[in-house]
């Protein structure tokens, strides 16, 4: 074995999880190489609930089909749950209430892993590629009182993303630039610079009333969050 890929196994923790049982295994491995040269392309990323993210060069990361799935049962159940309070209160609770909670906890950490094992996807093939990286400050997105479990999801995998952002652009070179918070990514537009404050969460296409470009809300964004970090970082 090439000493480059040594690795020693240093430890191992175990956790539980609803029901199930997890091993960590730590590892030591060699630092990786920095891959990046201020050669290297820029990119702007914008995270989101339905897509997980979108690149300024127009891809878009829709997530898994299964992910979706498991995210929209999860949901459902978790109403089931929120009706048996209701119904139930003073009440010891049901069998079957007790089994709908442990099913909704299984669910959510099931849900958690994919989103996460889609995450690591994004993050390796990010923070390979590119040089430097625009990203929101999560706080603005992340921190917004909703108590829609869809949006609870997403707001873990806000937080999951940056943190693997963080330590495997360390490992690349990768240079992350966070917006401030008050940078309005989505509401300006990229090719005139003009500020639209009017534009709502649902408005997913929008046209620019000064320089009449249709706009992805997404793409457009993350389009924004690349030219604010090849600024800061000229
Ligand atoms: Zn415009």
Request: hydrophobic residues 35%; glycine residues 6%.
């Amino acid at each position: 074995m090439p000493r480059a890929e040594a690795r020693f196994l240093i430890g191992a923790t175990v956790s539980r999880t609803a029901d199930k049982w997890f091993i960590a295994i730590q590892v030591e491995m060699p630092d990786a190489k920095r891959i990046h040269t201020s050669e290297s392309q820029a990119v702007g990323v914008d995270l989101g609930v339905k897509a997980l993210a979108a690149l300024s060069d127009g891809t878009i990361f829709t997530g898994s089909k299964a992910g979706r799935t498991t995210e929209k049962k999860l949901c459902r159940l978790n109403q089931e749950l929120s009706r048996g309070i209701g119904a139930k209160k003073g009440e010891k609770q049901s069998n079957n209430f007790k089994k709908t909670k442990m099913k909704t906890a299984r669910l959510y950490a099931r849900s958690a892993n994919m989103r996460s094992d889609e995450t690591h996807k994004i993050t390796t093939e990010l923070t390979r590629k590119f040089g430097v990286m625009g990203i929101e400050d999560l706080n603005v997105k992340g921190m917004m009182k909703n108590h829609k479990l869809a949006r609870s999801i997403a707001d873990m995998s806000f937080f999951e993303f940056r943190r693997q952002l963080e330590y495997k652009a360390k490992e690349t070179g990768t240079k992350i630039v966070v917006a401030d918070p008050w940078f309005a990514s989505s509401k300006i537009c990229h090719i005139c610079g003009e500020k639209h404050d009017a534009l709502t969460l649902k408005d997913r296409e929008w046209t620019c009333t000064r320089c009449a470009t249709r706009h992805d809300r997404d793409v457009n964004a993350a389009i924004n969050l690349r030219n604010y970090a090849v600024q800061s970082t000229a």
